[in-house]
């Protein structure tokens, strides 16, 4: 599968933004699709993961509940709506698909990924 992330920008903090993940190709919803992100000097870590047919959903503990992550299959695709950002949001954006039971955490569990897009959050 191929995947095209898009959606980033820079905003305020306190601002809302959505960020997708579209897919090419066919049977996507078999697919369990993470969101990562990457600030400069550190490592890429995760931020919300999507389950097969998106039955279950997971997030990183710091976020307290600003994001969330859903897919609409119909469309192939698969979106992170991020709410109440602080500059420590900042970042470059990716997100990742394989065909994994349950979500994955790690970048390591993920063959196909997107471009990426930045997303700044100004103070």
């Known amino acids: 599968v191929q995947l095209q992330a898009s959606g980033g920008g820079l905003v305020q903090t306190g601002d809302s933004l959505t960020l997708s993940c579209l897919a090419s190709?066919?049977?996507?919803?078999?697919?369990?699709v993470s969101w990562f992100r990457q600030a400069p000097g550190k490592k890429r870590e995760f931020v919300a993961g999507?389950?097969?047919?998106?039955?279950?959903?997971t997030y990183d503990d710091s976020l307290g509940g600003r994001f969330t992550v859903y897919g609409d299959y119909g469309k192939n695709t698969v979106y992170l709506q991020m709410n109440r950002l602080k500059p420590e949001d900042t970042a470059v954006y990716y997100c990742?698909?394989?065909?994994?039971?349950?979500?994955?955490?790690?970048?390591?569990?993920?063959?196909?990924w997107g471009q990426g897009t930045q997303v700044t959050v100004s103070s």
């Open positions: 990742a698909a394989d065909l994994i039971s349950g979500s994955g955490y790690d970048p390591g569990d993920f063959a196909s």
């Open positions: 190709g066919r049977y996507f919803k078999d697919y369990a």
């Open positions: 999507i389950d097969r047919r998106g039955e279950r959903r």
